[in-house]
């Protein structure tokens, strides 16, 4: 058929609106995203990349349509990178800038997250704001279920959300607080309770904020309505490979359908989509039938509900909750269950484009709506040129994917979903790593239908998601049980016979095999306990209740609206209100991080002549490189050249240990994903499709080193291997108690900072002169690393740093490669080059936290006292050295954590593995050897009869010691930190309702642990924490501030702003930062280790005072002068206006000959105490509680600190619990996105949440006796640990479980389940090792 007589079709100009302006274009290609489409063809950079599928919401955007039937316009959030342009036509696209701007006006769900102290690094921010605001278009007064639920597709690694959620709960009609009167308190009451005057738990005014007024918002274009109304003609466009079709009837789609069978139709392009973009398909052809009434229809009949294929899952939505809240319970089943599990199907921006249709018809195994639809006897109406038809959904899983159900000419036109029978029960269930917007892991959906008044089956449906390559039907297991009644010998069969029929190998791809198998059976065994209880309550004489026991075994976790408290010390009353300092000042750049303006790395506009690169990575972890072939990708469209280790001037390798850091792989590659080579053209996409042009051959060498076992084996260590003793241990073990001997392996962590890696090198063209604008914590070393291997001085680079979007560790060495590699193409091809990585390279390449494993030997005497700890680290650092050496140290130093071990001998090995190199990850080692210590602690207390908290008591640093390296401790605040969060969480009378909780419930366990942290602070060797500052006061009284820090979220320059501020007694308004650069302050060290505030700070204020002193005699002489008429007068007078500031840092020293130093300045102390509730039978645990108290000294900015607390707390219960990163066992990394790795989302904060800042602390070595805390907090996060690990004791000691146990980190689902062990881990059959080759190694 030619497109002529699919209607009047032609090539057709896409027009569409963006915040009210028209957008013609007339070269529309199908290709193209939105999102690349508003950042670099408009340059609204606002709209943020952050994943690039859907999967993290730093790319939302409102869409706005107009339905001429209906005459409503509809707003909903949408994922900018994966609309289509093509899809836009008639559309309305507002983006963050459309919605308020600092030059005119901002918007209320703006100013609200700004100042309720939502941003961080700000590179989430824009995205939340978008998906708050297009809520806040359909219900101005939301209720908090809206909200978590439009938020629940977002992603932000810095915050923890409650600083988000606080700034959205604002907008909510219910009141923000518990509403409950308890000791005729409300809950946030909190200055009452605390009664002390100088104690606050005000972060922000809600007085200040401006109104919502709908009226305010920005008019449909009527423009778009007329066109609405307009008769549809059919849409073509064709872009550089791909042509787009929109048809307007069915009929024409049929014919297009029969033309081109191998198109897919594309309605939300959340399959198609990131199909195209990370498995590399290509097709030629796409329909889009999104225009076409018939697949757009949703019909309330008598017999059920009829919908288009191409309604969202939103619409969807809201025609079951229509159907649900209008008709009789019986008869909704399938209804419900299916609105159900909608509840958590992706993020709200997913489900305002993703169709059924596509839902449908993709057959994913991961599909939550099959298996219901499915078991619900859905029918599916299809339609070809040649014949319509009805057929039942379930037929299409008949035989697995690739039956032919169906044909490529067929179209699936609408959905019957029908009314459930009476006498019918259905239900459904899923189990994902994350509780929202994560696919499941398994799902499960069953319906029973009864022989009329018995419990004898008559028809019986099971159908699973997550176990086979598509939904699965366990068809013979449901006919073989027909006729059974509904007992406990009827569920044993059903067991058995389904794992039979639903069978797993142990090298099923997506891994976690024992656990899906032993979900498979706990799932049925939910349906059982459902129907048995169903059955009770319609009649009650004849089936008896399930035990009371096991009713939680059926109850989701209860969700309500979080409550948190944030308490700090107020500033003195006598400190001057113009000083900004102790303050809970905003985030400086705050505002502008909401409405978009805040620039990052990839938002500079483009360079004249830029080019863009990609690089090719070894795809394996060992082998020569037998050859590069490169001239098919050079033929490729705007290609402009290749680049390799021949290309690097200077040095291609850099010797920070003695193993080299890498920039191009030359002669052999030592990992998967090591650079090889780059490609450089003129746009970001052809340099990627050219570089998957690239073919590299490769010999393989022996050994491929992949995990710490491996490691040992080979004796494959980095040099040195470092050791820390004190006492004598092997004398300390002949007089204890009892021994505990074990190991914990503590997985790694990716970074997963929102913004990727990114560089923009432009070369000036003078004198070897290059501008790099690089996302880095370390703009120096990247300086020095440039400089080496373009052979070039350093005083030639000159590196600027404004902002970065969360780095955490990651952005050091490893930023400093890319930038080389962007360099040396700049070099090589004279034209600027932009780098940025996209998030499966970022996340393959660039490593993240060590995995550890902690082996153990601890001698205690049975009152719980430790006499002796002999224990080994080994730390994955994978194929180069990057800071593995230090980070081993460090995990050494620090292993102690908060207790004193009078003779002590441990080892820390760097594992040198074929893995991509690990590098510094906020904490750095400490959270590992931390977890491993808490570990035995909890060993010991199992094993002398004590709790927990007590063997932590018994143990904790009590008076002032020489810690194991001879540094001066003095525990007090360790000692009040601990009271005081014992206290707060009221521990005991919680433990005794966990308790009693625990023996009530036999399928639920809650579990409660509290943990006391000490973390040294400070950098080794001293040096490394020097710092300078410029500032510079210009002749209007204005001042230009520069220090050597860097903004990653932690707020330093608005901290070093109220620094600035109290020095010179001027506003902080009257201050400006421009960019962090290495042409102002020279060879600034990292901002890490928390040091940033302390070294900079220090610096800052030495400069103002400088600066203060020379203005001193101007000011005396005429005091009521103001701050103007003094720089005017010091000018005229020539006093230099521009000081430097110089800190030369803390002394530090550590001899690991003798163990012996002083590796730290002072120490942070904390103590965090959560609560969880496990589900026993899904492995599935909610954050009931957490409640942290921390020593920080004098808070610089409480909001600021508080903030970093809360973030770091909840990275660290990703970290402990949920982040899981997957290898082959061919050193392959499978988890490269946000679909596959799960950081912890808005679902997963605690419920109630309270974080207390210590009052009454100083410290005299830092700035106004703050203390630095970046990292600290992250470690509590494993007090959620430890309450997990305290639920499934539980469990264990009830099912009879004795002696001790060990759970590894993080405590996924599938570990909780698993260590829940009863009758169903029993079941499902255990493979052995050797007899399969496991789809995931744990390195
Ligand atoms: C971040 C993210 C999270 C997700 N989470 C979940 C989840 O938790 N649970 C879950 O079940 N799903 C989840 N999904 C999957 C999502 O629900 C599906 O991708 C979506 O429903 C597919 O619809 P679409 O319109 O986007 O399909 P498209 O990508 O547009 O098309 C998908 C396929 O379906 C075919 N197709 C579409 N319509 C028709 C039709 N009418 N007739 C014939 N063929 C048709 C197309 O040819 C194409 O091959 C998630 C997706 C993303 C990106
Ligand atoms: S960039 Fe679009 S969702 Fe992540
Ligand atoms: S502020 Fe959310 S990612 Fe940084």
Known sequence: MSLCTAGQAGPTELIFYVNGR?????????????????????????????????????????????????????????????????SLHGVAVTTVEGIGSSKTRIHPVQERLAKCHGSQCGFCTPGMVMSMYALLRNHPEPSWEQITSALAGNLCRCTGYRPILDGCKTFCKEPSCCQSKENGKCCLDQEDKLKEEEISTKLFSPDEFQPLDPTQEFIFPPELMTMAEKPKRTLVFQGERTMWISPTSLKELLELKATYPKAPLIVGNTSVGPEMKFKGMHHPIVISPTRILDLNVVRYTDKGLTIGAACSLAVLKDALTKIVTESPGEKTQIFRVLLHQLKTLGGQQIKNVASLGGNIMSRKSTSDLNPILAVGNCTLSLASRERTRWIPLSDIFANGIDNNTFSPEEVLVSVHIPYSRKGEFVSAFRQAQRRENALPIANAAMRVFFVEGTDIIMDFGIFYGGIGSTTIYAKQ???????????????????????????????????????????????????????LQSLNWKDPHQYPNIPEKYGSALQDFQTQMPQTEQIYQKVNPEQLPRDPVGRPVMHQAGIKHATGEALYCDDIRAVDEELFLAVVTSSRAHAKIVSIEASEALREPGVYDIVTAQDVPGKNEFFFYSDAEIIFAKDKVICVGQIVCAVVADSAVHAKQAAAKVKIEYDALEPVILTIEDAIKHNSFFEPQRKLEKGNVDAAFETVDQILEGEI???????????????????????????????TQHPALIQEMVSSCLGVPAN????????IGGAFGGKIGKAGLLASVAAVAANKTGHAVRFILDRGDDMLITGGRHPVVGKYKVGFMNDGRIVGVDAKYYVNGGCTPDDSILVTEVALLKMDNAYKIPNLRCYGYACKTNLPSNTAFRGFGFPQSGLVTECWITGIAAKSGLSPEKVREINMYKETERISYIQELHPENLINCWKECMEKSAYYSRKTSVEEFNKQNYWKKKGIAIIPMTFPFGINPGFLSQAAALVHIYTDGSV?????????????????????????????????????????????????????????????????????????????????????????????????????????????????????????????????????EIDCLTGDHKNIRTDIVMDIGC????????????????????????EELKYSPEGVLYTRGPDQYKIPAVCDIPEQFSVSLLSSSQNPYAIYSSKGMGEAGLFLGCSVFFAIWDAVAAVRKERGLSGTFTLNSPLTPERIRMACADQFTELSAKDEPVSFIPWAISI
């Not at 569920?491 to 039979?500: G, I, N």
């Not at 791809?509 to 049925?524: C, D, M, Q």
């Not at 970093?1204 to 219960?1213: H, L, P, R, S, T």
């Open 22 to 86: 028209k957008i013609i274009e007339k070269n529309a290609d199908p290709e193209q995203m939105l999102l690349s489409y508003i950042r670099k063809r408009l340059r609204l950079t606002g709209t943020k990349y952050g994943c690039g599928g859907g999967g993290c919401g730093a790319c939302t955007v409102m869409i706005s349509t107009y339905e001429p039937v209906s005459k409503k316009i509809r707003h909903c959030s949408a994922n900018a990178c994966l609309l289509p342009i093509c």
């Open 745 to 775: 392996h503590v997985g790694g962590q990716e970074h997963f900072y929102m913004e990727t890696q990114s560089v923009l090198v432009v070369p000036k063209g003078e004198d070897k002169e290059i501008d790099i604008y690089v996302s």
């Open 1195 to 1218: 808070s610089i900015n409480p909001a600021v600190d508080i903030g970093q607390i809360e973030g770091a707390f909840v990275q660290g219960i990703g970290l402990y619990t949920m």
């Open 477 to 531: 297991t449901c006919e073989a049980l027909r006729g059974r009644p509904w007992n406990e010998e009827m569920l044993d069969e059903a067991c058995r016979l389904v794992l039979k029929e639903v069978s797993l190998p142990g090298s099923a791809p997506g891994g976690k095999v024992e656990y899906r198998r032993t979900l498979i059976v706990s799932f049925l065994f939910k349906f059982y306990l459902e129907v």
């Open 796 to 803: 030639r680079i000159m590196c600027h740093v404004k902002r």
């Open 1040 to 1172: 230009l501030l520069t220090h050597g820090g860097i903004e990653m979220g932690q707020g330093i320059h608005t901290k070093m702003i109220q620094v600035a501020s109290r020095e010179l007694k001027i506003p902080m308004s009257n201050i400006h930062f421009c960019e962090t650069s290495t042409t102002t302050v020279p060879n600034a060290c990292a901002s890490v280790a928390s040091i940033g505030t302390d070294v900079n700070g220090m610096a800052v204020k030495d400069a103002c005072q400088t600066l203060l002193k020379r203005l001193e005699p101007i000011i005396s002489k005429n005091p009521k002068g103001t701050w103007t008429d003094w720089i005017k007068e010091a000018f005229e007078q020539s006093i230099n206006l521009s000081s430097t500031g110089y800190f030369r840092g803390y002394n530090a020293d550590m001899d690991w000959e003798k163990s012996q130093g002083h590796p730290f300045t002072y120490f942070v102390f904390g103590a965090a105490c959560s609560e969880v």
